[in-house]
């Protein structure tokens, strides 16, 4: 248990900014998986992908993610949907 007052304070502020945490990066993976089953659908929406892309940058800005990560998070997701575009348009 913390025994200074300003240790007490880090236990609430440090709480406080991990539910925040998680809350965005809830909402970061749930468009991600969004936007995957919008790609591996055949039927690919710009704007699905669009927001999950906006909600990694959002992150980034709000320094919950790592600018490296969200980037790598994007590039895996555009890879997918430039494999999907070419396997459509084989088929």
């Not at 659908?41 to 927001?51: H, K, M, Q, V």
Request: glycine share 2%; hydrophobic share 35%.
């Amino acid at each position: 248990m913390a025994n200074t007052k300003s240790a007490r304070k880090r236990i609430r502020t440090n709480t406080r900014k991990h539910l925040r945490n998680n809350m965005y990066r809830s909402r970061a993976k749930t468009t991600i998986k969004k936007a995957e089953v919008s790609i591996f659908s055949g039927e690919p929406d710009d704007a699905i992908l669009r927001e999950a892309i906006r909600t990694l940058d959002k992150a980034v800005n709000k320094g919950i993610l790592h600018r490296n990560n969200a980037a790598r998070r994007k590039s895996r997701l555009i890879k997918k949907l430039k494999l999907a575009q070419a396997e459509a348009a084989a088929a």
